[in-house]
């Protein structure tokens, strides 16, 4: 009995770890971002955060022509869009 629990043992751990690590990877890849992410980023690629009202905060930068709006706790999950305008004004300081 013990023989047969150490075989199916040895398969589980060969067979389906594996895919459960390639699984939780994926998943992972697809999280969003917190907005404290995208603040650090921002932040780091000499953004300055020029404050905003409640929750909302604008980052300005000198190469940059539209300041970057980034609204939320920085808990929260970024949404596509904002993800997506913080890369855009990235790009577009380091041209």
Known sequence: MILNQRFWARQFDRVFVPQIRALVDTLRDRMPPKIRELISDLES????NRSGKGS???FVHPKVAKPITISGAPG???KHYQVRAMRRAIE???S
């Open 45 to 48: 690629s000499g953004f300055i």
């Open 56 to 58: 909302h905060r604008n």
């Open 76 to 78: 929260d999950d970024a």
């Open 92 to 94: 577009e300081s380091q």
